[in-house]
Structure formats: structure tokens, C-alpha cells
């Protein structure tokens, strides 16, 4: 057996290939064509946010909300994220500023961020690490104290809450990823979501090459737009969504009555009062209780099949080009943390929770103490 984290959520192949013939006999491939409307108007309403402006990948997203933000200078993130979070910014001639997290929750510290507000600082952009919300009322206060934009990599949070409020409708903006190994797809895919009208219009002509109507070009714009068949792929996945959450709860819920009794290996908690979507069984390992530090169970468990994953290990700030860009700088908890977090198989990585026994027995074997 061979288990992986971010195993794909396929939908019913018969109801996918019958909307992709449609789409054949339509011959309308791509250009906002009726599944994208269609898709964009059933997230608004699943997403309680005003404007989804589908895209081709998250990253293509993030880069047109910092165009649409006109965002320059130095905008401040966490490093403890995917290295895309980093790069959307560099690619767009802003220098990322990278601010330690809270090892409580993953999540950039509100704490920190004032003293790395600079005269050049633009915005701050959070991350919600797997899909638990960042603390929105803290950077928004900060935010609007210092007359920055407020935007959120939300790759991770589709369908997730904070404080009750949807999460997609946080800050100026929003972008959630559709990448086939998060918890919803369309192969590659993403959004750009936001309650702001005016934002939204500017958005979604540069996802078209800022195309208004045939041949009017109103400014600077890329191709970001999703095509008919990832639409279809949305729609699709969208029917079972909820069977995918719930089997996604299970499997938590299973890892953590489960690794409970394994000293020194703990799972982190998901906001009780929340909506998560469960997708990541994120562990931490605690060397010093549990007998063996972090990769040596990652190499263990890849010997058996198992490819548990090191996010997001080493950091961006360790990372190149920003290891060299950003010379030293001190980030403790997100270092620390980059050392003992590993993700398990989950999702749809494990069909029958009888594969949790195996994996843990596995886990609690190696561990001496
Ligand atoms: C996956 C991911 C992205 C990139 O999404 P794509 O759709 O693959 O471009 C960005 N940020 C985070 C935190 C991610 O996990």
C-alpha cells in the first residue's frame, strides 16, 4: 500500500465526461463561458462572498490581486508558507518581508508585524495555514492604523470560517487555490474573491488582458482565465463536497483519538467553533518526549510507503532567492516549527480508516520511550 497527502478528490466520472462532451458539442472552450459563469455564481453563494472571479491557479490569482491592490514597495508575510506566497510578490518587484508566526496557531503574529512596518510597506498579506483562520481583527487594526492594504493567500481555506464569518469575505481580498491536491478542484484552478465592486471589475479585466468589450485595452492585464473544462471539474466536485468533508472529519477525528497515545507525536487542533475543511493531518513531533526527531520518522515512513510530507520545511526565508535576499534574519518559532511539523495522509490518501492502525502502529513502534 502507498499512501499520499493531497490525493485527489475525483468526482463521478460519468456525470464529469457527460459535461465535457457538452462542452465539445458547445465548442465554447475558454472566455468566460457558461460552466464558468455557472461555477462562479454557485461558489459566491457556497463562498458568502459578492465577487468570484475564477482563474486559471492560485498563483496567476495572487499575482493579479497585487496588481489590481497596485501594491509596491515592501509588503509583510509570513515565511512559514508555501514558497508561492514569496514568490507572487518577488515576481512583482515587491520585496517580501517576512514576519515570525504564532507557534500556537501557524499564523503570521500580529505581535511582530509593527516592527517591520517600514515607509515602503504596502500591505499585509496573511496566509490561513490550513485553513485555520489568521487573527483578521488584529491585522486589520494594524492595517488600517497604518493605511495598509489587508489581502489574504487563502489556498488553504476553501469553505473554512472565522468567527463565524465566512472566510473568503476577509480583507480587501482573497485568493483560493484549486490545485488538485487541496481539498477542492479543478485540476489547476484558483479564484479571486472579494466584496469591493470596484476591485472586483478591475480584477476581472486583468485576468483578460484588461479587455473591455472586442478590442478596448484598459491598462495592463495577463491571461488568467479558467477554462470550460476546469469549470466542469468545479461543478462536478462541487455535487460531493460535502461527503468529501465529512470524510474528511472522519479521518481526523480517527489520527487523533489514534497518535493520543503516542507521547510526543500530537496533531494540531482545528478551531472547535469554526468550519475547517479537515484536509491537512498536521503533526508535531516533540524529539525530546517522543525519542526521534522529525525526519527520521519522515524516512521511516516513506521505507513503508508511506510519504508524509515536511511542510513547509525549510521556510521561505531559507529558501532561494530569499535566502539571499533577505541575508539573516531572526525568525525563531517559524524555524523551530519548520523542524518538527510533518503532514500525514489524508483525505482522500486514506480511503478505510484501518490504514490510520497501520500508519500509527507504525509511528508509536519506533518510539522508544
Ligand atoms: C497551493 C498553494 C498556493 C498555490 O496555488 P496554485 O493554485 O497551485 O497556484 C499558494 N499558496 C499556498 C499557501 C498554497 O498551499
Same mark, same amino acid.
Given at each position: 500500500?502507498?499512501?499520499?497527502?493531497?490525493?485527489?478528490?475525483?468526482?463521478?466520472?460519468?456525470?464529469?465526461?457527460?459535461?465535457?462532451?457538452?462542452?465539445?458539442?458547445?465548442?465554447? $472552450?475558454?472566455?468566460?463561458?457558461?460552466?464558468?459563469?455557472?461555477?462562479?455564481?454557485?461558489?459566491?453563494?457556497? %463562498?458568502?462572498?459578492?465577487?468570484?472571479?475564477?482563474?486559471?491557479?492560485?498563483?496567476?490569482?495572487l499575482?493579479?490581486?497585487i496588481?489590481?491592490?497596485?501594491?509596491?514597495?515592501e509588503v509583510i508575510l509570513p515565511s512559514f508558507t508555501f514558497i508561492a506566497s514569496a514568490h507572487v510578490l518577488q515576481?512583482?518587484?515587491i520585496k517580501p518581508v517576512f514576519c515570525d508566526i504564532?507557534?500556537?496557531?501557524?499564523n503570521i503574529?500580529?505581535?511582530?508585524i509593527?516592527?517591520l512596518?517600514?515607509?515602503?510597506t504596502?500591505a499585509i498579506m496573511g496566509v490561513?495555514i490550513?485553513?485555520?483562520?489568521c487573527?483578521?481583527?488584529?491585522l486589520?487594526?494594524?492595517?488600517?492604523?497604518?493605511? $495598509?492594504?489587508l489581502f489574504y493567500d487563502?489556498?488553504?481555506?476553501?469553505?473554512?470560517?472565522?468567527?463565524?464569518?465566512?472566510?473568503?469575505?476577509?480583507?480587501?481580498?482573497?485568493? $483560493?487555490?484549486?490545485?488538485?491536491?487541496?481539498?477542492?478542484?479543478?485540476?489547476?484552478?484558483?479564484?479571486?474573491?472579494?466584496?469591493?465592486?470596484?476591485?472586483?471589475?478591475?480584477?476581472?479585466?486583468?485576468?483578460?488582458?484588461?479587455?473591455?468589450?472586442?478590442?478596448?485595452?484598459?491598462? $495592463?492585464?495577463?491571461?488568467?482565465?479558467?477554462?470550460?473544462?476546469?469549470?466542469?471539474?468545479?461543478?462536478?466536485?462541487?455535487?460531493?463536497?460535502?461527503?468529501?468533508?465529512?470524510?474528511?472529519?472522519?479521518?481526523?477525528?480517527?489520527?487523533?483519538?489514534?497518535?493520543?497515545?503516542?507521547?510526543?507525536?500530537?496533531?494540531?487542533?482545528?478551531?472547535?467553533?469554526?468550519?475547517?475543511?479537515?484536509?491537512?493531518?498536521?503533526?508535531?513531533?516533540?524529539?525530546?518526549?517522543?525519542?526521534?526527531?522529525?525526519?527520521?520518522?519522515?524516512?521511516? %515512513?516513506?521505507?513503508?510507503?508511506?510519504?508524509?510530507?515536511?511542510?513547509?520545511?525549510?521556510?521561505c526565508h531559507?529558501?532561494?532567492?530569499y535566502?539571499?535576499?533577505?541575508?539573516?534574519?531572526?525568525?525563531?518559532?517559524?524555524?523551530? %516549527?519548520?523542524?518538527?511539523?510533518?503532514? %500525514?495522509?489524508?483525505?482522500?490518501?486514506?480511503?478505510?480508516?484501518?490504514?490510520?492502525?497501520?500508519?500509527?502502529?507504525?509511528?508509536?513502534?519506533?518510539?522508544?520511550?
Open positions: 500500500m502507498r499512501f499520499f497527502v493531497g490525493r485527489p478528490n475525483i468526482p463521478d466520472p460519468d456525470d464529469f465526461l457527460a459535461s465535457a462532451r457538452t462542452i465539445l458539442e458547445n465548442k465554447h $472552450l475558454t472566455n468566460n463561458g457558461p460552466l464558468v459563469k455557472d461555477f462562479e455564481q454557485k461558489l459566491s453563494e457556497l %463562498l458568502g462572498v459578492k465577487h468570484v472571479i475564477t482563474v486559471c491557479n492560485a498563483t496567476i490569482g499575482l493579479v490581486a496588481k489590481a491592490l497596485d501594491l509596491s514597495g515576481w512583482t518587484g504564532d507557534p500556537a496557531t501557524h503574529d500580529p505581535a511582530k509593527e516592527q512596518i517600514t515607509d515602503k504596502s490561513h490550513w485553513g485555520r483562520p487573527p483578521h481583527d488584529e486589520a487594526e494594524i492595517a488600517y492604523k497604518h493605511g $495598509l492594504k487563502s489556498a488553504h481555506a476553501f469553505c473554512t470560517t472565522y468567527k463565524s464569518r465566512p472566510i473568503a469575505a476577509l480583507g480587501d481580498v482573497s485568493v $483560493l487555490s484549486f490545485h488538485a491536491t487541496k481539498c477542492f478542484n479543478t485540476f489547476e484552478g484558483g479564484a479571486i474573491v472579494t466584496n469591493d465592486d470596484e476591485l472586483a471589475q478591475k480584477a476581472r479585466l486583468m485576468c483578460n488582458f484588461s479587455f473591455e468589450g472586442e478590442d478596448n485595452v484598459t491598462g $495592463l492585464g495577463i491571461n488568467a482565465k479558467m477554462t470550460e473544462i476546469q469549470a466542469a471539474m468545479g461543478l462536478c466536485n462541487l455535487k460531493s463536497f460535502s461527503k468529501v468533508l465529512s470524510h474528511n472529519k472522519n479521518v481526523y477525528d480517527y489520527y487523533k483519538e489514534k497518535l493520543y497515545e503516542v507521547k510526543g507525536f500530537s496533531i494540531i487542533d482545528y478551531p472547535v467553533n469554526e468550519i475547517n475543511n479537515y484536509h491537512y493531518i498536521i503533526t508535531e513531533i516533540d524529539e525530546s518526549v517522543y525519542g526521534h526527531p522529525r525526519d527520521e520518522v519522515h524516512d521511516l %515512513l516513506k521505507s513503508h510507503g508511506i510519504f508524509a510530507r515536511r511542510y513547509f520545511y525549510p521556510g531559507k529558501s532561494p532567492p535566502k539571499n535576499l533577505c541575508g539573516d534574519i531572526y525568525l525563531p518559532n517559524t524555524d523551530s %516549527l519548520c523542524n518538527r511539523v510533518l503532514a %500525514l495522509p489524508g483525505g482522500s490518501g486514506i480511503d478505510d480508516l484501518g490504514s490510520i492502525d497501520e500508519i500509527v502502529h507504525i509511528i508509536k513502534s519506533f518510539n522508544k520511550s
